[in-house]
């Protein structure tokens, strides 16, 4: 059980300058490598958590959404935005915070920026899924969207599946040379592709990973030959999706949570009766994974509470003994817990 906030008399808050200290601290793909088990962990622990499809604002720009759950020791959440005409204006598609706290009080135990951290967890939790469904041996993966998330996702398939190789393809020339900067002495070899067609020629995992408020079609049924992993995780919210429907009619697809992907996956295309898999199954074995070499795997990913959970609790761990926070007084205190008014009078 975490400490006590009367324990450590503050809230520790860690900001977004002392997670990048933290992930330089311990190296990028150690903490991709150890937040994939660390996600997997509390997916092994399904049946503990409280699920809820998120709670999302929509407006004509973009969504704002609330992400909570309690596994009945600890609670989280976390508010999200995603708003693709962000980065026109300079900002962020994709900006967060989330908080822990001890269920028995209530009390909140953690406040962090999960900007950088969402992007670890969504990285982590595409390479956990695909080390269980990828073919065996792969050694490619095409990169399609080269925005915000694709260097963490491009280090975690390295790090955690083995993948040697990333071929790029964005709209934007400039986002894919980014990308290929930033990943220059990762030790993958970057292939940067002119076309999605292009991209996808060789590889054993795709993942598309767009921002567009739209139901657009950024990979056609053509371009999924058998035994492919998808690894589709930019298609989130109601009316935004990425793949063709046929290449649906083809997979094996596996999601987070169902309720919730029904709403904002991929699968929001197909009719209610489209059969999919809850990837705690596959872990638990009550449902299968991969079945052969030429089967196409889709993992149809929206991103989930728990994954959120376990990347705050990951984080929260990596704390102690450690100056990767500040300490925020961020809960009244007084001296008599029925007194407030009477701590007001004394700041006064
Ligand atoms: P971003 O805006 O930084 O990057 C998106 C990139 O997609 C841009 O570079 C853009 O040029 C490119 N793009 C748009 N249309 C394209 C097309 N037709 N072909 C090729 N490239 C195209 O966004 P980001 O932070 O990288 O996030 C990408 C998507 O992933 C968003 O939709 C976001 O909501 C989603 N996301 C999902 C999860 C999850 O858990 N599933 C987590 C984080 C983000």
């Avoid at 900067?181 to 067609?197: E, M, P």
């Avoid at 993942?207 to 408020?213: G, L, N, P, Q, V």
């Avoid at 298609?235 to 999601?255: N, S, Y």
């Avoid at 809850?278 to 795997?297: P, Y």
């Amino acid at each position: 059980m975490p400490p006590m906030p009367s324990e450590l008399a503050y809230v520790p808050f860690v900001s977004v300058e002392n997670m990048m200290r933290l992930v330089h601290h311990h190296g990028i793909e150690q903490v991709l490598r150890e937040l994939t088990d660390a996600v997997e962990a509390d997916y092994r622990r399904w049946a503990l958590f409280e699920k809820s499809p998120r709670l999302a604002s929509h407006s004509r720009e973009g969504v704002i959404e609330l992400m909570p759950t309690s596994d009945g020791e600890v609670f989280s959440f976390k508010y999200v935005n995603g708003h693709p005409s962000n980065t026109a204006k300079g900002f962020q598609t994709v900006a967060a915070f989330g908080l822990l706290a001890r269920v028995d009080t209530g009390y909140p135990i953690l406040l962090a920026e999960m900007t950088l951290l969402t992007a670890l967890r969504t990285a982590a939790t595409s390479a956990m899924v695909a080390r269980h469904l990828a073919p065996r041996g792969a050694r490619v993966m095409a990169m399609i969207g080269n925005g915000a998330q694709a260097e963490f996702q491009a280090l975690a398939m390295k790090s955690v599946v083995g993948i040697d190789t990333v071929r790029l393809y964005d709209i934007d020339p400039q986002a894919t040379a980014k990308v290929a900067r930033n990943l220059a002495d990762s030790g993958l070899t970057i292939v940067s592709c002119a076309s999605t067609q292009e991209a996808v020629e060789g590889a054993q995992i795709i993942t598309t990973c767009t921002a567009d408020k739209a139901c657009a079609t950024i990979l056609t049924d053509n371009m999924v030959g058998a035994g492919i992993h998808i690894n589709a995780i930019g298609g989130d919210c109601p009316g935004k999706t990425e793949l063709h429907q046929d290449i649906l009619k083809r997979a094996a697809t596996f999601v987070e949570f169902e309720p919730q992907t029904r709403i904002e996956g991929e699968i929001q295309q197909m009719d209610a009766s489209y059969p999919v898999t809850e990837f705690h199954q596959v872990l638990d074995g009550s449902a299968a994974g991969r079945r052969d070499a030429r089967q196409i795997t889709l993992f149809d990913s929206v991103g989930f509470a728990t994954e959120d959970f376990s990347a705050l609790r990951y984080i929260h761990c990596k704390l102690e003994g450690t100056d990767f926070f500040q300490k925020i007084d961020m809960l009244a205190d007084p001296d008599d817990p029925r007194d407030l008014f009477g701590m007001l009078q004394r700041a006064a």
